[in-house]
C-alpha cells in the first residue's frame, strides 16, 4: 500500500512553455503533499507543501508565480513550471503524507525535467 | 532548525564486508529519523525510521540504525553488503511537529564485487 504516482516520468520542453507535473497518491487519501527538487548528485530540497483546497506553502528562495502548485483534491497534486528555462530542469519528486501520526512521507518515483 | 549531516560523500566496500553510513544530526527537540535509499533515476524507498519507541532500528534488506543521543548520531549499518545495495542513501530528519522533512546531503554506496 501507499503508492505514490508522479506522470509523466521525462518530459523534454522548449525554453518558454510551461509543463504540469501531476502526483497521485493511488491507494491513500494525502492530507498534504509535499514537492522536492534535486539537482545532479545532490540532495532534495524542499520546494513547498501543500494541503487539499487550501494555498501551498513555498519555502525561502521559490518563486510561487513560477512554480504553481494545485491541491484540488486528497489524491492530486499538481506542479506547473511556468516560462521555463533551462536552469529549471532538473529532477522533480513529490511525496504524500497521510493523517496519521506516523508522519510517514511516501515519494513518488519522481519527473525529469529538461528545458532546451 | 534541525538539520541533518551526512559526513561521507561516497563509500566503497566489498560485497559481502559490513557497511557504515553516517550520520549525525542537530535538534533541540526530539526527532524523527529516517533513512532512505534511492537507486539511479528512482523514487526514494524508506529504509528505517526512529520515533523514540527503539534506539536500536531494523529495517528492510538487512539494514538497521542505531539512535545515540549521546553523540547525536543516527548510523546506518549493515553486516554484508550485496551487489544490489549500491545507491545514494539519505538521512533524513524531522523536527518535532514540522511536517517537512530535512534531507542530508547523501552518502553515495559503491559495492565492489
Known amino acids: 500500500g501507499a503508492v505514490v504516482s508522479q506522470h509523466p516520468s521525462r518530459v523534454i520542453c522548449k525554453s518558454g512553455t510551461s509543463v504540469k507535473i501531476e502526483c497521485r497518491s493511488l491507494d491513500f487519501q494525502a492530507t498534504t503533499m509535499f514537492w522536492y527538487r534535486q539537482f545532479p548528485k545532490q540532495s532534495l530540497m524542499l520546494m513547498a507543501t501543500s494541503n487539499e483546497g487550501s494555498k501551498a506553502t513555498y519555502e525561502q528562495g521559490v518563486e510561487k508565480d513560477k512554480f504553481l502548485i494545485n491541491h484540488a483534491s486528497l489524491t492530486l497534486s499538481t506542479l506547473t513550471v511556468t516560462s521555463a528555462h533551462p536552469e529549471d530542469s532538473s529532477f522533480y519528486i513529490c511525496?504524500?503524507?497521510?493523517?496519521?501520526?506516523?508522519?510517514?512521507?511516501?515519494f513518488g518515483p519522481g519527473t525529469r525535467l529538461t528545458v532546451t | 532548525a534541525q538539520s541533518v549531516t551526512q559526513l561521507d560523500s561516497h563509500v566503497s566496500v566489498s560485497e559481502g564486508t559490513p557497511v557504515l553510513l553516517r550520520c549525525n544530526y542537530s535538534?533541540?527537540?526530539?526527532?524523527?529519523l529516517f533513512w532512505y535509499v534511492q537507486h539511479p533515476n528512482k523514487g526514494l524507498q524508506l529504509l528505517l525510521k526512529?520515533?523514540?519507541?527503539?534506539?536500536l532500528v531494523k529495517g528492510i534488506n538487512g539494514f538497521e540504525a542505531e539512535f545515540k543521543k549521546s553523540e547525536t548520531s543516527f548510523h546506518l549499518t549493515k553486516p554484508s553488503a550485496h551487489m544490489s545495495d549500491a545507491a545514494e542513501y539519505f538521512c533524513?530528519?524531522?523536527?518535532?511537529?514540522?511536517?517537512?522533512?530535512?534531507f542530508g546531503s547523501g552518502t553515495r554506496l559503491q559495492v565492489q564485487p
Open positions: 535538534s533541540s527537540y526530539s526527532p524523527s
Open positions: 526512529y520515533t523514540s519507541a527503539a534506539t
Open positions: 511525496s504524500a503524507r497521510t493523517g496519521d501520526l506516523s508522519y510517514e512521507q511516501y
Open positions: 533524513v530528519g524531522r523536527r518535532g511537529g514540522r511536517r517537512a522533512l530535512t
